[in-house]
C-alpha cells in the first residue's frame, strides 16, 4: 500500500482528483505547514452501493443499475431498518 502525502492546499484544488483516487482505493497523508495531520484512507462501502440514507428517507443514486422494482424497493427499505 503506497500513500501519498498531499497538502490541504492541494486538498482544496484537487478535491475531484483526490475523491476519485480514494475510490480507485488510494490512500493519503493530508499535510499542514510540513506536518501529518490526518490520513485518507477508502471507506468499505455497503451492500447497499448506489443508494443512501439522508434525512430520514432514502435516496437512490443516479449512476444505480438496478431497476426500481417493487421488490428492489422493499430490500432496500428492510435492509435500512435492520
Request: hydrophobic residues 35%; positive net charge.
Amino acid at each position: 500500500m503506497v500513500i501519498q502525502n498531499i497538502s490541504t492546499k492541494e486538498l482544496r484544488e484537487q478535491l475531484p482528483k483526490v475523491r476519485a483516487g480514494l475510490a480507485r482505493g488510494d490512500h493519503f497523508l493530508l499535510i499542514y505547514r510540513s506536518r501529518p495531520i490526518a490520513r485518507l484512507e477508502p471507506v468499505e462501502q455497503r451492500s447497499l452501493t448506489g443508494s443512501r440514507v439522508r434525512g430520514g428517507g432514502l435516496r437512490l443514486q443516479a449512476n444505480s443499475k438496478q431497476r426500481l422494482t417493487p421488490e428492489y424497493l422493499k430490500k432496500l427499505a428492510s435492509q435500512r431498518y435492520e
